[in-house]
């Protein structure tokens, strides 16, 4: 269920808070789920793994906001057909074409995103 993902995932918040990068990455074949798991749908029961995890880092955000401060930068990207899609942008422009993402090899070998 999508409570069940959740629960497995749940501590990487902790890592989040704790300061670290985290990078969850649904793959496999076509039609296998990794939308539904991801995002969910239909009512907060649905509510998929990026939802439920949104609420739950801000929701901890605003209990530590007393005594921390707390920046939050994120990326939401959907990587198909070999080719990157800021889903930000496609939020905020259903109907517009997102810019294209490259995928960069940077000078010590980091990988990196490029507008």
Same mark, same amino acid.
């Given at each position: /269920? $999508?409570?069940?993902?959740?629960?497995?995932?749940? #501590?990487? !918040?902790?890592?989040? @808070?704790?300061?670290? *990068?985290?990078?969850?990455?649904?793959?496999? $074949?076509?039609? /296998?789920?990794?939308? =539904?798991?991801? %995002?969910?749908?239909?009512?907060? &029961? *649905?509510?998929?793994l990026t939802p439920r995890s949104m609420t %739950?880092?801000?929701? +901890? !955000?605003?209990?530590? /906001? +007393? %005594?921390?401060?707390? $920046?939050? /930068? #994120?990326?939401?990207?959907? @990587?198909?057909n070999d080719g990157l899609v800021d889903l930000?942008?496609?939020?905020? *422009?259903? +109907?517009?074409?997102?810019?294209? @993402? &490259? !995928?960069?090899?940077?000078?010590?070998?980091? +990988?990196?995103?490029? =507008?």
């Amino acid at each position: /269920s $999508q409570v069940e993902v959740f629960e497995e995932t749940e #501590s990487l !918040i902790d890592s989040v @808070l704790d300061g670290y *990068n985290v990078c969850v990455f649904a793959y496999g $074949q076509t039609g /296998s789920g990794k939308t =539904w798991t991801m %995002t969910g749908g239909g009512g907060a &029961d *649905n509510a998929g793994l990026t939802p439920r995890s949104m609420t %739950t880092l801000f929701t +901890r !955000i605003g209990e530590m /906001s +007393r %005594t921390e401060d707390v $920046q939050v /930068s #994120s990326y939401f990207l959907e @990587l198909y057909n070999d080719g990157l899609v800021d889903l930000y942008f496609k939020l905020d *422009n259903p +109907r517009g074409e997102a810019p294209k @993402l &490259d !995928i960069k090899l940077g000078e010590r070998g980091a +990988r990196g995103m490029g =507008w």
